[in-house]
């Protein structure tokens, strides 16, 4: 019997309004160069009376002021008792149950944004994010599983060796949560709902959710004499997150194993490689990931956040949730693996070979796309089956050498994989890109059109305007075409610039640019020690893949996107086209051209579409450890002083046009809301880290 | 060890038969177990009010309203696309109405039923209505959809199919919804007025379009535009005739229109049929007094031509008078309708409850007609509505003074427009403010025919009723200043072209100073050259970049000068476009005449 609790608490405090992406995100535009952030009187500045927006939304006074005060505290419980019992040898029986209990308790305060236009004239914003308000939630999680399985486990005739398991688990998670939201509290300073001053009513909010899942395990491993390796287990698996008759699934998975370097005939071979195994496998997996009972329609209550029938309380209103498939039931994914491990010359050199297919099928995912009078999101369902196939290759090799009468000891490994989806299944007979799929795309592709540089002169813009209808894409093109405007192609050479009828077979003027996917990955790590010191390098990288900068990036696009952004790059006007830089890499600058709708940077093109391949030195390590024969004498066992820095530099196509976006956040972001603009303006940047260290052991 | 594998059975047994996977939902209902009472019906009906009624009347920009950074809409051109999605081919709203009359039957209280269906009626024509004035033809779906249902890809039907419906759910509400309890809650008279407003709708659009590509789909059979304007003068002649209205006024025409829209409690306004109530203790705020107040707020303000559209005191046109067009501020806005002074900032204004005369404040509009119309007291909530969102004057969303309007402008534009309907309608509008009476002799203003201030259509110049429709017109535009009509009263009257007027503001001789509301304190000080001059003046501002004036350093403000000319394409504008991923999911749906959406089909 035995017994493991564990109980943990913490704290995590931090000033703002939501997280710091959204102070980031809010705080980059509008704080143009021009505004100090204070007065000279030190008060804030905030409004101008000379500018309608706002100076840098006020994200500078948010955490200036010190009352934004946010505090996330979390208690978590955690007991398991097993019991295990073992009448004989060949046989156990195993029965554990675990109680856990988490709670979140968190606090956010947000205050007036007190601010100064004039000297002495005090301004305050008091709604969003500086309106006066608390938030208190308390989230309590009960879960509780419970374990029951036998084992049998036994040799036959000395080299069967033979086991079998069967079992099955229980599991629940209950969560419960509490909030409330009290208004224009008494003071800044201090954060309780005892100090609410005002008529307006606090907000109180519920909700409960409760999940379970039982299910069924067995597995059988045998082999023979350590040469033949065989595994079947299974599992049946059920969710309350199902209606019933769709609760359960079957989930089999078999491997088989041959260790080559173990046949007697393989003994010759050994001196040189000392391990030879030879693998296949399948498994399958069940994903239940939605939310409970999605399959049924819920009313849900609320109060409005603004709407009263009669001036004395909040409006409340019923709603219902949009409709889901009501046989929802388990997403399969099943891998076939086959490969090869090898280790030569004593594991010096080792090395593994695999290749995967991967089906997953009836993926759980917003169904096909419906016409808007649908009027509800499309139904959750089993929508798609899409394929995974790749591989993965790794070596390493490891040896230490005579240098100069000291050990040289070395490393180098490497590893290099690929994989590719293709959707196997999916709804959209008429391949429309109105829809999210169609069967045979690959994922991650990438349509848009093809340009052809800068036009030279404003004679050769009209020109062309006038041999290709682009009325498509003239959105806020004040002037019409110019010298420096994009040329875009007329691809299926019929006169315009269109979609086409917006399907894979007549896509109009795109094609497919690249693939949001990498081709590869891989990291290679080197290392030496030698005379104490030790090195060790770690370099990561990826092959071909696209990013289109998202029209809200800043970063990427500057005033491009929206003209107030608050940063811009500082070598960012040596690329704008004008006709004294006619090569540059941006077009003529036109306000919002990457940014609205239907302008024409907003259309994805070859020409700014980003290939955001790298390789990063992602660590480098040096070490040097003071020899022993010093250190013993001051009673230390051992002396190492080192430096370890992480993500110390890229390389990288896209350098050239952004240093300001690294490759791997070069993605299109949402906030919580699943809105993708503001949090693609800025976002936090990715960190370098150097670290100086030293270890000492008695 | 058979002891042990036989407990594991049962105990396994007994965990997947006791139906421990069972785990019903702990804070919501299923739709099964709700839509049974009254309050059921009333709680998911509520969505609809606050969904879909208007909470920004005064945001509206048209040629009468123009803001500093102007609407696509009203730039025209290559400011107006295609859109992937949105762009108000929303439906959501419709779904929750039609699954609300798909479980209703599930309520055993009959009346409850009866007025729910009644209410849930009136809000789809209310749906409706914003869809065709929006797009035209639509699809009619009252039903709620399946996700394999044929009719997610049906055609649009055309607006005659859907007014008609619409006609079909206004009727039944009028007869089923009861008598009026409150103004914050639909009632009888709520449905008359939505019925009166679309049907006047219709009625001009048909008349003032037929002929045209906007309406070539209308089938032969379709119903006459007589037909709906006679349906709109009768919707708002029984909600004239049922004694329960009537236009708010305390005996004061110099002060009852500008305080009726701001009143903190419309209970006692008997000319409110339907509104929103805004709560200062509840936080329902709304924006109007900061968008009138504050230089944040898009600096809204009206033009110089709807300015001068205002006629004298006396009944008079201003734009008769000699000189009319060079006329200063102080002289301009001298001895007009009493409306203009409680719609805008004129001579000696003061804010409600408020001491010191302002002037108006280019800063805060950008053409120098600063509206005050639903700008509150200077002491409303302790002076705190004076911000960003938080005013709490309750929001009209149909009044009597709109009622009367639709009677006479239906009556006119039929041609049965008598002395005896202008006295019931218009003319009580004019005495509210101590206007004289409008009569039938009146004759053509030329002002409201001439291309750059006035219409221009030519079934409107070629009617018999022209010089009455234009005094109507006129009135509806003051009366109505800044509730949100506009755009969609020159969509029906197929006056488009007139976004493309010019767009000003108030008059400057030159550089100098200005005292503009003469009330001895100067207001502007205009020059030109880099040496700013010192001046007492408020504003000093400099001729060609802090201020700009349509001829050089004189002329009338023109906020807009330098921007690429507005346009309004007849072949296109009146309707929005559909969305293009709505046409490539269903190919079915036919996208309006003139807008590029980059598919070929």
Same mark, same amino acid.
């Given at each position: 019997?035995?017994?493991?609790?564990?109980?943990?608490?913490?704290?995590?405090?931090?000033?703002?309004?939501?997280?710091?992406?959204?102070?980031?995100?809010?705080?980059?535009?509008?704080?143009?160069?021009?505004?100090?952030?204070?007065?000279?009187?030190?008060?804030?500045?905030?409004?101008?009376?000379?500018?309608?927006?706002?100076?840098?939304?006020?994200?500078?006074?948010?955490?200036?002021?010190?009352?934004?005060?946010?505090?996330?505290?979390?208690?978590?419980?955690?007991?398991?008792?097993?019991?295990?019992?073992?009448?004989?040898?060949?046989?156990?029986?195993?029965?554990?149950?675990?109680?856990?209990?988490?709670?979140?308790?968190?606090?956010?305060?947000?205050?007036?944004?007190?601010?100064?236009?004039?000297?002495?004239?005090?301004?305050?914003?008091?709604?969003?994010?500086?309106?006066?308000?608390?938030?208190?939630?308390?989230?309590?999680?009960?879960?509780?599983?419970?374990?029951?399985?036998?084992?049998?486990?036994?040799?036959?005739?000395?080299?069967?060796?033979?086991?079998?398991?069967?079992?099955?688990?229980?599991?629940?998670?209950?969560?419960?949560?509490?909030?409330?939201?009290?208004?224009?509290?008494?003071?800044?300073?201090?954060?309780?709902?005892?100090?609410?001053?005002?008529?307006?009513?606090?907000?109180?909010?519920?909700?409960?959710?409760?999940?379970?899942?039982?299910?069924?395990?067995?597995?059988?491993?045998?082999?023979?004499?350590?040469?033949?390796?065989?595994?079947?287990? $299974?599992?049946?698996?059920?969710?309350?997150?199902?209606?019933?008759?769709?609760?359960?699934?079957?989930?089999?998975?078999?491997?088989?194993?041959?260790?080559?370097?173990?046949?007697?005939?393989?003994?010759?071979?050994?001196?040189?490689?000392?391990?030879?195994?030879?693998?296949?496998?399948?498994?399958?997996?069940?994903?239940?990931?939605?939310?409970?009972?999605?399959?049924?329609?819920?009313?849900?209550?609320?109060?409005?956040?603004?709407?009263?029938?009669?001036?004395?309380?909040?409006?409340?209103?019923?709603?219902?949730?949009?409709?889901?498939?009501?046989?929802?039931?388990?997403?399969?994914?099943?891998?076939?693996?086959?490969?090869?491990?090898?280790?030569?010359?004593?594991?010096?050199?080792?090395?593994?070979?695999?290749?995967?297919?991967?089906?997953?099928?009836?993926?759980?995912?917003?169904?096909?796309?419906?016409?808007?009078?649908?009027?509800?999101?499309?139904?959750?369902?089993?929508?798609?089956?899409?394929?995974?196939?790749?591989?993965?290759?790794?070596?390493?090799?490891?040896?230490?050498?005579?240098?100069?009468?000291?050990?040289?000891?070395?490393?180098?490994?490497?590893?290099?994989?690929?994989?590719?989806?293709?959707?196997?299944?999916?709804?959209?007979?008429?391949?429309?890109?109105?829809?999210?799929?169609?069967?045979?795309?690959?994922?991650?592709?990438?349509?848009?059109?093809?340009?052809?540089?800068?036009?030279?002169?404003?004679?050769?813009?009209?020109?062309?305007?006038?041999?290709?209808?682009?009325?498509?894409?003239?959105?806020?093109?004040?002037?019409?075409?110019?010298?420096?405007?994009?040329?875009?192609?007329?691809?299926?050479?019929?006169?315009?610039?269109?979609?086409?009828?917006?399907?894979?077979?007549?896509?109009?003027?795109?094609?497919?640019?690249?693939?949001?996917?990498?081709?590869?990955?891989? $990291?290679?790590?080197?290392?030496?020690?030698?005379?104490?010191?030790?090195?060790?390098?770690?370099?990561?990288?990826?092959?071909?893949?696209?990013?289109?900068?998202?029209?809200?990036?800043?970063?990427?696009? $500057?005033?491009?996107?929206?003209?107030?952004?608050?940063?811009?790059?500082?070598?960012?006007?040596?690329?704008?086209?004008?006709?004294?830089?006619?090569?540059?890499?941006?077009?003529?600058?036109?306000?919002?051209?990457?940014?609205?709708?239907?302008?024409?940077?907003?259309?994805?093109?070859?020409?700014?579409?980003?290939?955001?391949?790298?390789?990063?030195?992602?660590?480098?390590?040096?070490?040097?450890?003071?020899?022993?024969?010093?250190?013993?004498?001051?009673?230390?066992?051992?002396?190492?002083?080192?430096?370890?820095?992480?993500?110390?530099?890229?390389?990288?196509?896209?350098?050239?046009?952004?240093?300001?976006?690294?490759?791997?956040?070069?993605?299109?972001?949402?906030?919580?809301?699943?809105?993708?603009?503001?949090?693609?303006?800025?976002?936090?940047?990715?960190?370098?880290?150097?670290?100086?260290?030293?270890?000492?052991?008695? | 060890?058979?002891?042990?594998?036989? +407990?594991?059975?049962?105990?396994?047994?007994?965990?997947?038969?006791?139906?421990?996977?069972?785990?019903?939902?702990?804070?919501?209902?299923?739709?099964?177990?709700?839509?049974?009472?009254?309050?059921? !019906?009333?709680?998911?009906?509520?969505?609809?009010?606050?969904?879909?009624?208007?909470?920004?009347?005064?945001?509206?920009?048209?040629?009468?309203?123009?803001?500093?950074?102007?609407?696509?809409?009203?730039?025209?051109?290559?400011?107006?696309?295609?859109?992937?999605?949105?762009?108000?081919?929303?439906?959501?709203?419709?779904?929750?109405? #039609?699954?609300?009359?798909?479980?209703?039957?599930?309520? &055993?209280?009959?009346?409850?039923?009866?007025?729910?269906?009644?209410?849930?009626?009136?809000?789809?024509?209310?749906?409706?209505?914003?869809?065709?004035?929006?797009?035209?033809?639509?699809?009619?779906?009252?039903?709620?959809?399946?996700?394999?249902?044929?009719?997610?890809?049906?055609?649009?039907?055309?607006?005659?199919?859907?007014?008609?419906?619409?006609?079909?759910?206004?009727?039944?509400?009028?007869?089923?919804?009861?008598?009026?309890?409150?103004?914050?809650?639909?009632?009888?008279?709520?449905?008359?007025?939505?019925?009166?407003?679309?049907?006047?709708?219709?009625?001009?659009?048909?008349?003032?379009?037929?002929?045209?590509?906007?309406?070539?789909? !209308?089938?032969?059979?379709?119903?006459?535009?007589?037909?709906? !304007?006679?349906?709109?003068?009768?919707?708002?002649?029984?909600?004239?005739?049922?004694?329960?209205?009537? !236009?708010?006024?305390? %005996?004061?025409?110099?002060?009852?229109?500008?305080?009726?829209?701001?009143?903190?409690?419309?209970?006692?306004?008997?000319?409110?049929?339907?509104?929103?109530?805004?709560?200062?203790?509840?936080?329902?705020?709304?924006? @109007?007094?900061?968008? %009138?107040?504050?230089?944040?707020?898009?600096?809204?303000?009206?033009?110089?031509?709807?300015?001068?559209?205002?006629?004298?005191?006396?009944?008079?046109?201003?734009?008769?008078?000699?000189?009319?067009?060079?006329?200063?501020?102080?002289?301009?806005?001298?001895?007009?309708?009493?409306?203009?002074?409680?719609?805008?900032?004129?001579? %000696?204004?003061?804010? +409600?409850?408020?001491?010191?005369?302002?002037?108006?404040?280019?800063?805060?509009?950008?053409? @120098?007609?600063?509206?005050?119309?639903?700008?509150?007291?200077?002491?409303?909530?302790?002076?705190?509505?004076?911000?960003?969102?938080?005013?709490?004057?309750?929001?009209?969303?149909?009044?009597?003074?709109? +009622?009367?309007?639709?009677?006479?402008?239906?009556?006119?534009?039929?041609?049965?427009?008598?002395?005896?309907?202008?006295? &019931?309608?218009?003319?009580?509008?004019?005495?509210?403010?101590?206007?004289?009476?409008?009569?039938?002799?009146?004759?053509?203003?030329?002002?409201?025919?001439?291309?750059?201030?006035?219409?221009?259509?030519?079934?409107?110049?070629?009617?018999?009723?022209?010089?009455?429709?234009?005094?109507?017109?006129?009135?509806?535009?003051?009366?109505?200043?800044?509730?949100?009509?506009?755009?969609?009263?020159?969509?029906?009257?197929?006056?488009?072209?007139? +976004?493309?007027?010019?767009?000003?503001?108030?008059?400057?001789? @030159?550089?100098?100073?200005?005292?503009?509301?003469?009330?001895?304190?100067?207001?502007?000080?205009?020059?030109?050259?880099?040496?700013?001059?010192?001046?007492?003046?408020?504003?000093?501002?400099?001729?060609?970049?802090?201020?700009?004036?349509?001829?050089?350093?004189?002329?009338?403000?023109?906020?807009?000068?330098?921007?690429?000319?507005?346009?309004?394409?007849? &072949?296109?504008?009146?309707?929005?476009?559909?969305?293009?991923?709505?046409?490539?999911?269903?190919? #079915?749906?036919?996208?309006?005449?003139?807008?590029?959406?980059?598919?070929?089909?």
């Amino acid at each position: 019997m035995s017994n493991n609790t564990a109980f943990y608490s913490s704290t995590y405090d931090y000033a703002g309004v939501g997280n710091v992406e959204n102070a980031i995100a809010y705080a980059a535009n509008h704080g143009l160069a021009n505004f100090p952030l204070q007065n000279p009187d030190g008060s804030w500045i905030y409004s101008t009376p000379h500018l309608n927006y706002k100076v840098a939304n006020g994200r500078h006074i948010v955490y200036g002021n010190g009352y934004n005060t946010n505090l996330d505290r979390k208690t978590d419980f955690s007991n398991t008792t097993e019991l295990t019992i073992k009448p004989v040898k060949q046989f156990s029986l195993v029965g554990n149950f675990t109680y856990r209990f988490h709670q979140n308790r968190n606090t956010n305060r947000s205050t007036n944004m007190v601010y100064s236009d004039y000297p002495g004239v005090f301004g305050a914003y008091t709604t969003g994010a500086g309106d006066n308000n608390l938030y208190e939630t308390v989230q309590t999680m009960n879960y509780l599983a419970a374990n029951v399985f036998a084992t049998y486990e036994e040799s036959f005739a000395k080299d069967h060796n033979f086991k079998a398991m069967a079992g099955f688990n229980y599991e629940s998670y209950y969560r419960k949560a509490i909030d409330a939201t009290g208004y224009d509290l008494i003071t800044d300073e201090l954060s309780d709902f005892n100090l609410i001053t005002t008529t307006r009513q606090p907000v109180l909010g519920g909700g409960q959710t409760v999940y379970a899942l039982a299910g069924f395990f067995g597995r059988i491993n045998y082999d023979y004499k350590g040469r033949y390796l065989l595994e079947i287990s $299974g599992r049946y698996d059920g969710t309350s997150r199902f209606a019933e008759g769709h609760r359960f699934g079957f989930f089999p998975s078999a491997s088989a194993g041959w260790r080559v370097s173990e046949e007697p005939w393989f003994a010759p071979a050994k001196d040189i490689v000392n391990n030879l195994k030879v693998r296949a496998s399948f498994g399958s997996l069940g994903n239940q990931k939605v939310t409970n009972n999605a399959w049924m329609r819920k009313i849900t209550f609320d109060n409005f956040a603004g709407y009263t029938f009669d001036g004395a309380a909040m409006g409340r209103y019923a709603s219902i949730s949009a409709p889901n498939a009501s046989d929802l039931t388990w997403e399969t994914s099943t891998q076939y693996n086959t490969g090869i491990d090898a280790g030569l010359f004593n594991d010096k050199l080792m090395f593994t070979v695999e290749g995967f297919i991967r089906d997953t099928k009836g993926m759980l995912q917003q169904g096909v796309a419906l016409p808007g009078v649908y009027g509800a999101n499309s139904p959750l369902m089993n929508s798609a089956d899409l394929r995974t196939s790749g591989y993965e290759i790794s070596f390493s090799w490891r040896d230490q050498i005579d240098l100069g009468g000291k050990p040289f000891g070395y490393s180098i490994s490497a590893n290099i994989s690929d994989n590719k989806t293709i959707i196997t299944k999916y709804d959209n007979p008429e391949r429309t890109f109105a829809k999210d799929y169609y069967e045979g795309m690959e994922l991650g592709e990438i349509w848009g059109f093809v340009t052809d540089g800068l036009f030279k002169t404003d004679a050769e813009a009209q020109a062309y305007a006038q041999e290709v209808d682009l009325s498509y894409i003239t959105k806020r093109l004040t002037g019409g075409w110019l010298a420096g405007d994009l040329k875009y192609v007329d691809l299926d050479g019929d006169g315009k610039l269109s979609l086409g009828s917006d399907t894979v077979d007549k896509p109009g003027d795109r094609k497919i640019l690249g693939n949001a996917n990498a081709t590869l990955q891989y $990291g290679i790590t080197l290392g030496f020690d030698y005379m104490g010191f030790d090195v060790s390098t770690f370099f990561q990288g990826t092959g071909n893949h696209y990013w289109y900068p998202n029209d809200e990036s800043m970063a990427f696009w $500057g005033p491009y996107s929206r003209p107030y952004c608050s940063f811009i790059a500082d070598d960012f006007l040596d690329n704008v086209w004008s006709e004294d830089n006619p090569d540059a890499y941006f077009p003529r600058p036109r306000a919002y051209s990457a940014f609205t709708s239907g302008a024409y940077l907003y259309n994805k093109n070859d020409r700014y579409l980003q290939n955001i391949r790298y390789l990063r030195f992602k660590n480098l390590t040096v070490g040097y450890t003071v020899p022993q024969v010093a250190t013993k004498k001051i009673g230390v066992e051992k002396i190492r002083v080192y430096f370890s820095g992480e993500n110390l530099y890229y390389w990288s196509p896209f350098k050239k046009h952004s240093k300001y976006i690294d490759p791997e956040a070069a993605f299109d972001r949402r906030d919580s809301g699943g809105s993708t603009t503001r949090y693609n303006n800025a976002f936090y940047p990715w960190q370098k880290t150097m670290m100086f260290g030293v270890d000492i052991t008695f | 060890m058979k002891k042990y594998l036989i +407990i594991i059975a049962a105990a396994a047994l007994a965990f997947v038969s006791c139906d421990l996977l069972d785990k019903a939902p702990l804070s919501e209902m299923s739709p099964e177990s709700y839509f049974k009472t009254e309050q059921d !019906l009333q709680l998911f009906s509520n969505t609809f009010y606050n969904n879909l009624l208007p909470k920004s009347p005064y945001g509206y920009q048209s040629d009468h309203y123009v803001k500093q950074t102007m609407s696509d809409e009203l730039h025209g051109g290559t400011y107006r696309i295609v859109p992937n999605s949105g762009s108000g081919w929303s439906w959501g709203d419709l779904r929750k109405m #039609n699954t609300l009359l798909a479980y209703i039957d599930n309520c &055993n209280d009959e009346d409850a039923v009866k007025e729910y269906t009644a209410l849930t009626k009136f809000f789809r024509a209310y749906f409706y209505f914003e869809k065709v004035k929006r797009f035209g033809d639509v699809p009619w779906i009252d039903v709620e959809l399946g996700s394999a249902d044929e009719a997610l890809f049906n055609p649009r039907d055309n607006r005659e199919v859907v007014m008609q419906h619409m006609l079909e759910d206004i009727n039944y509400a009028i007869e089923n919804l009861p008598a009026p309890t409150s103004q914050f809650r639909v009632n009888k008279y709520t449905a008359l007025a939505l019925k009166a407003q679309f049907c006047l709708f219709e009625g001009t659009f048909r008349k003032y379009h037929a002929g045209e590509s906007t309406l070539t789909t !209308l089938p032969a059979d379709a119903a006459d535009y007589t037909f709906y !304007l006679e349906q709109a003068a009768d919707a708002a002649k029984q909600i004239m005739d049922s004694g329960k209205y009537s !236009l708010y006024s305390t %005996g004061k025409p110099n002060e009852d229109y500008r305080d009726m829209f701001v009143l903190e409690d419309c209970e006692g306004n008997k000319e409110y049929i339907f509104a929103i109530k805004f709560d200062y203790g509840l936080a329902i705020f709304h924006n @109007g007094t900061a968008y %009138g107040l504050l230089p944040s707020q898009g600096r809204i303000g009206a033009t110089r031509k709807f300015i001068d559209s205002y006629l004298m005191k006396d009944g008079s046109r201003f734009t008769a008078k000699p000189g009319y067009e060079s006329m200063q501020f102080a002289q301009q806005v001298a001895d007009r309708d009493p409306r203009l002074a409680q719609s805008f900032r004129t001579v %000696g204004y003061k804010r +409600i409850d408020g001491a010191d005369i302002l002037a108006a404040d280019l800063s805060s509009s950008c053409t @120098g007609y600063q509206t005050i119309k639903w700008v509150m007291s200077a002491k409303a909530n302790g002076g705190d509505s004076d911000r960003v969102d938080r005013s709490t004057s309750d929001l009209p969303v149909y009044r009597l003074g709109e +009622i009367l309007l639709i009677y006479a402008e239906a009556k006119a534009e039929l041609g049965t427009l008598n002395q005896d309907d202008l006295n &019931n309608s218009i003319n009580l509008l004019r005495k509210r403010v101590g206007m004289p009476s409008l009569t039938m002799d009146v004759d053509a203003d030329p002002y409201m025919t001439n291309p750059a201030t006035g219409y221009t259509n030519s079934k409107l110049l070629a009617s018999p009723q022209l010089a009455l429709i234009l005094e109507i017109r006129r009135e509806r535009a003051v009366e109505m200043a800044q509730e949100g009509n506009r755009w969609y009263d020159l969509v029906r009257w197929r006056e488009g072209k007139c +976004i493309e007027q010019p767009f000003q503001g108030l008059y400057f001789p @030159g550089p100098g100073e200005y005292d503009i509301n003469e009330d001895g304190k100067l207001d502007y000080c205009l020059y030109e050259g880099d040496v700013k001059p010192s001046s007492k003046a408020t504003s000093i501002l400099k001729i060609g970049s802090e201020i700009l004036l349509s001829n050089g350093n004189n002329g009338y403000v023109e906020p807009h000068k330098g921007e690429a000319a507005r346009s309004f394409n007849e &072949n296109r504008d009146y309707y929005y476009p559909i969305p293009s991923d709505e046409r490539s999911l269903n190919p #079915n749906l036919t996208q309006n005449e003139g807008w590029d959406d980059g598919l070929d089909f």
